[in-house]
């Protein structure tokens, strides 16, 4: 039994089939399947009931799986622990939200790249509630999300935060005055769903103040938002910084309103039972790499090259 072995065995059943672990192991699907035979051979076994057209696994191969997946975990673990930054040779699979691929990811890459040059990443951009989801089903090793979820036995840490402001098309509602929530839920709003943390935040934050918005189109992509918000169709709650630039060219306008928004913490999460010497320095390169400043710049400097943990 060897370790290529049960990770061909481990990715067939996470993926889905015998080609997508083929994808995941940069290998050939006939590689694949040689793998899980010799296994099979090897136990005098069949781990898969190859009457299905889908990869479902035997009684037995649930329990290998079972297996497989703790001796690679015992085996990341070992690696994380005896190994040098440099030597180290695992994939870690990281969930993050739009907002956070739209400003800093490519930051925290090039600074995981240089700590361990022979780490793949995996990225899985989604709703913060499907990345939660994904976490728990051991889908993924990590997720950067706004602070919104309370489990027990995921840790988090925090590694930043933004603000957020209602903007609209300039002339969409008088200028030059402040509003109270109530007056602008009055008008159309487009707010974030509930798979998103921050429109979770966000709808949790006025239903406190026992504001209820009458007209609401519901938006889940923020690239998306900020185009009907610029279309004039509504008031979008949307991050203050990264869209200064489009304040002051005019596409957008902000609406001055009291109460303001609730500033938003962003966190690390991963299970609790995970002892990764890896997974805790990736958090920590999140902590120095997070700024919510700027969307799509990748000129800027990486953390290892002075960018700070808050947002500027």
């Known amino acids: 039994m060897t ?20 994808h995941k192991l940069h290998t050939s699907t006939s590689a694949v399947s040689k793998r899980v035979h010799e296994l099979e051979a090897g136990f005098d076994l069949e781990l898969f009931d190859r009457t299905q057209r889908t990869a479902r696994l035997t009684e037995k191969g649930e329990q290998m799986f079972v297996l497989a997946k703790k001796l690679l975990e015992h085996r990341d673990a070992a690696i994380d622990q005896i190994g040098r930054p440099e030597v180290i040779e695992r994939r870690v699979r990281i969930g993050v939200t739009e907002f956070t691929a739209m ?27 499907n990345l939660k989801d994904k976490l728990l ?3 993924l090793d990590l997720v950067l999300v706004p602070d919104v979820y309370a489990e027990a036995h995921l840790r988090s840490h925090a590694v930043g935060a933004f603000s957020s ?9 008088e200028a030059d005055r402040s509003f ?15 798979r998103s943390g921050a429109g979770t935040a966000h709808n949790s934050w006025m239903k ?9 189109i519901i938006v889940n992509n923020l690239v998306a938002m900020m185009g009907l918000t610029m279309s004039g169709l509504g008031i979008g709650c949307m991050p203050e910084e990264c869209l200064a ?15 303001a928004p609730p500033k938003m913490t962003y966190i690390a999460m991963y299970k609790g039972d995970q002892r990764s010497t890896l997974i805790s320095s990736i958090v920590m390169l999140s902590q120095e790499c997070c700024d919510f400043s700027r969307m799509f710049d990748i000129s800027a400097p990486a953390a290892a090259e ?4 808050s947002p500027r």
Request: net charge neutral; glycine share 8%.
């Open 103 to 129: 400003t800093w990811l490519h930051r925290l890459v090039d600074a995981i790249q240089r700590c361990y040059p022979k780490v793949t990443i995996e990225p899985d951009v989604d709703a913060s509630g």
């Open 208 to 216: 406190s103040l026992g504001v209820q918005p009458t007209d609401v």
């Open 165 to 173: 402001v209602w903007m609209c098309k300039p002339g969409f509602v």
């Open 3 to 22: 370790f290529k072995q049960l990770e061909a065995l481990y990715w067939v059943v996470q993926s889905g089939g015998f080609s997508q672990a083929a």
């Open 245 to 259: 630039p489009m304040v002051a060219n005019g596409s957008l306008m902000v609406i001055p309103c009291t109460p």
């Open 137 to 139: 089903a051991d889908e």
């Open 180 to 194: 109270r929530l109530h007056e602008l839920a009055s008008r159309r709003l487009l707010l974030q769903g509930s």
């Open 306 to 309: 002075g960018a700070g943990s």
